[in-house]
C-alpha cells in the first residue's frame, strides 16, 4: 500500500478502490483532468513548455474553479480547485493549463536497450511515451532487453534521452499484466458449451 506524499492527477479512477477510498477519505489530494488535457500536460511538461490554452473545459467548472480536490474524513471538501485563466481565441474560450512535471516516470515497454530506447506495443504507446518525457528521473520496465543497435532508430518511440534507469523484466514478470482483465458475455442464440470455450 502507498500513500500520498502530495496532489496526484488523475483522468480516471478507475477500478482501484483502495484509491477512491483514500480520496474520498481525505487521504489523497486528486486533481481530476480530462484525459487529453492530461496528455498534453504530460507531452508540454517534458518538452519543457510551461503552459498551453486548451478549449476543453471552457465554460465549466474546470474553468471557474471549485472541483473537489481534497475531502476531509467527514466528506467535506476541504480543497477545491482554483480559477483558471482564460482567454477568447475567435469565439471561443479557452482554459490555460500547465504542464506536468513528475518527479519520476514509471513506464513499461515491449522492447528496450540498456541505453533506454524504447518501443511499446498497441495501446501502450498512448501514455508511456508522455510519463516517460515528463518524469525528471524514468525507470523503464521492459519485456525484452536488446543490445544498443538492435532496434532500428525508425521503431524508438521513446529515445533514451528521457530514460534513467532501465529494469529488464523476467518471462514470468512481462507475462504478468494485472491491469488486463478479460471481460466476455454470452452472445445471444449462444450454446452452454460456445459461451464457456
Not at 27 to 56: C, D, H
Not at 158 to 178: M, N, S, W, Y
Request: charged letters at 25%; one cysteine or more.
Amino acid at each position: 500500500m502507498w500513500h500520498s506524499v502530495g496532489a496526484h492527477r488523475r483522468s480516471y479512477v478507475g477500478e482501484n478502490k483502495e484509491f477512491a477510498r483514500q480520496y474520498l477519505h481525505g487521504e489523497l489530494e486528486v486533481e481530476l483532468t480530462p484525459q487529453g488535457t492530461l496528455a498534453e500536460r504530460m507531452r508540454a511538461g517534458g518538452s519543457g513548455i510551461a503552459a498551453f490554452f486548451t478549449a476543453t473545459g471552457g465554460g465549466t467548472q474546470v474553468a471557474e474553479g471549485g472541483l473537489p480536490w481534497r475531502y476531509d474524513t467527514e466528506g467535506n471538501v476541504t480543497v477545491a480547485s482554483p480559477p483558471k485563466e482564460t482567454r477568447v481565441f475567435g469565439d471561443r474560450e479557452f482554459v490555460l493549463e500547465e504542464a506536468i512535471t513528475a518527479d519520476f516516470g514509471l513506464v513499461r515497454a515491449w522492447k528496450g536497450d540498456r541505453h533506454g530506447n524504447l518501443v511499446y506495443r498497441d495501446s501502450a504507446r498512448n501514455f508511456n511515451p508522455l510519463a516517460a518525457m515528463c518524469g525528471r528521473v524514468t525507470i523503464a520496465e521492459v519485456e525484452h532487453l536488446v543490445e544498443p543497435g538492435d532496434i532500428d532508430p525508425n521503431d524508438v518511440h521513446t529515445p533514451g534521452v528521457f530514460v534513467q534507469r532501465v529494469l529488464a523484466l523476467t518471462p514470468e514478470q512481462a507475462a504478468d499484466k494485472r491491469i488486463e482483465k478479460r471481460t466476455v458475455r454470452e452472445r445471444p442464440g449462444a450454446s452452454t458449451e460456445e459461451a464457456g470455450a
